[in-house]
């Protein structure tokens, strides 16, 4: 297909420019927090994606203890990481597991963390959390940003008196702007959920994905059907856009 059709083709379907072109508008200077390097794989690394249903993404949990398995992996973002780290470095032996879970919270993660995370020993640590803390407050949760920034500082605390030389990456928690389940309470007050991540990235010098900087640069291109499903949980299209916005800001290829 040439050039011409190629591009005509994308604007029929809604989108006008490609994904890493996309990302690579959205973070120009990745990595995005001062004093956060890109990581080296190392042969033999383990890299674990921590976080709730948007990591979780319907994985088998009778399969988890399976290594690079699509099943345990589940459909989201960490399968399509995972994909392109691992081919691109097949010489090294890595380890990649997915322990999302649903529905969690931090303290949530904090109370499954000993088995989900410390005894699995990673190298390269991912979470993504933050979605539920807010949304689930606008039920019955009685927690508050300053819980969560709390819990979660308390988290990144101990796992780095359990595993000091973990490489620990802070993914931003973010909206699809538009989503069907989204209305103007989440336009103040989920901000402040997204600057305690980014905070604590700093606080704690780690490595940032800034997913709502990215999604926000996605929408130029096409409407939040396209990219989310309600609002909350990227589409198919959104997840290979969270995978390649990973890997620039963590491994800085392609």
């Known amino acids: 297909m040439d050039r011409r059709n190629f591009f005509k083709k994308s604007v029929l379907a809604g989108v006008a420019v490609s994904i890493p072109e996309i990302v690579k508008a959205a973070m120009p200077d990745a990595p995005a927090v001062d004093n956060a390097d890109w990581y080296q794989l190392s042969k033999g690394d383990t890299i674990l994606f921590q976080g709730d249903s948007i990591t979780d993404w319907g994985r088998d949990r009778k399969k988890e203890a399976e290594v690079n398995a699509p099943a345990q992996l589940g459909g989201g973002y960490p399968l399509f990481t995972a994909a392109n780290i691992l081919a691109n470095n097949a010489e090294k032996g890595l380890k990649i597991y997915n322990r999302g879970i649903s529905g969690n919270k ?4 904090a109370g499954r963390w000993d088995k989900d995370c410390i005894e699995l020993k990673p190298n390269l640590l991912s979470i993504l959390i933050g979605v539920n803390d807010f949304w689930h407050s606008l039920g ?25 030389e973990v490489k620990i990456v802070i993914c931003e928690p973010f909206i699809v702007h538009g989503g069907s389940v989204l209305d103007n309470t989440w336009e103040s007050g989920f901000a402040p959920y997204r600057n305690v991540a980014r905070k604590l990235a700093r606080e704690f010098d780690l490595t940032f994905v800034p997913f709502q900087t990215v999604f926000n640069e996605a929408l130029k291109q096409a409407n939040s059907e396209y990219w989310g499903t309600d609002g909350v949980h990227p589409s198919l299209a959104g997840a290979q856009l969270m995978a390649q916005a990973w890997i620039k800001a963590v491994l800085n290829f392609h």
Request: aromatic content about 14%.
């Open 106 to 109: 931090v303290f949530q993660l």
């Open 140 to 164: 019955q949760y009685t927690g508050t940003v300053e819980t969560y920034e709390t819990d979660y500082r308390a988290l990144l605390t101990r796992t780095k008196k359990a595993l000091p």
